[in-house]
């Protein structure tokens, strides 16, 4: 959790992986949409086809983690079908754009990196606190269940 929450600051000797700017408080989100650094050119304009705004290009709105495992496949086009492959992409593959969100740009564990540099160790701690975000006995519970059941015939 420690992880999640933190913002890197290599100077302070701080690891963090920058989570909670984009996915903290109770709800595991905010009430904000981010270009999350997918694209360098979009081919989906996001937001901005509501708004016709050109500074919400390839923004999105930042989805809960709760029951995360549960939710694949991940982003908004489906294109990573595990939490391993999300967290590669915040470690490693930020494309930078107009729109990138600020929250992503110049963030890193190491002094004057070019991206999040997350261990091995450290992104397997993430997997598991992301799993620990799912609620199986909710999933399961018959009183939440689809309350317009298909009938037999």
Same mark, same amino acid.
Not at 25 to 44: M, P, Q, R, W, Y
Not at 86 to 113: K, M, P, R, W
Not at 126 to 149: E, K, V
């Given at each position: 959790?420690?992880?999640?929450?933190?913002?890197?600051?290599?100077?302070?000797?701080?690891?963090?992986?920058?989570?909670?700017?984009?996915?903290?408080?109770?709800?595991?989100?905010?009430?904000?949409?981010?270009?999350?650094?997918?694209?360098?050119?979009?081919?989906?304009?996001?937001?901005?086809?509501?708004?016709?705004?050109?500074?919400?290009?390839?923004?999105?709105?930042?989805?809960?983690?709760?029951?995360?495992?549960?939710?694949?496949?991940?982003? !908004?086009?489906?294109?990573?079908?595990?939490?391993?492959?999300?967290?590669?992409?915040?470690?490693? !593959?930020?494309?930078?754009?107009?729109?990138?969100?600020?929250?992503?740009?110049?963030?890193?564990?190491?002094?004057?990196?070019?991206?999040?540099?997350?261990?091995?160790?450290?992104?397997?701690?993430?997997?598991?606190?992301?799993?620990?975000?799912?609620?199986?006995?909710?999933?399961?519970?018959?009183?939440?269940?689809?309350?317009?059941?298909?009938?037999?015939?």
């Amino acid at each position: 959790m420690q992880l999640f929450e933190s913002s890197p600051d290599p100077k302070l000797g701080i690891r963090g992986a920058n989570c909670t700017h984009c996915h903290g408080g109770v709800k595991t989100f905010k009430e904000l949409f981010h270009n999350n650094g997918l694209d360098s050119i979009a081919t989906d304009l996001g937001r901005e086809k509501f708004t016709g705004q050109a500074a919400d290009r390839a923004r999105f709105r930042v989805p809960t983690l709760r029951n995360i495992t549960l939710t694949g496949p991940y982003m !908004h086009d489906g294109r990573f079908s595990t939490i391993e492959q999300v967290l590669d992409h915040y470690n490693q !593959h930020i494309v930078q754009s107009l729109t990138l969100s600020a929250f992503l740009q110049n963030v890193s564990n190491e002094t004057c990196g070019k991206n999040l540099a997350l261990t091995k160790d450290e992104k397997a701690d993430l997997t598991a606190f992301l799993g620990m975000l799912t609620d199986s006995s909710f999933i399961t519970n018959p009183a939440f269940s689809n309350p317009h059941p298909l009938k037999n015939p």
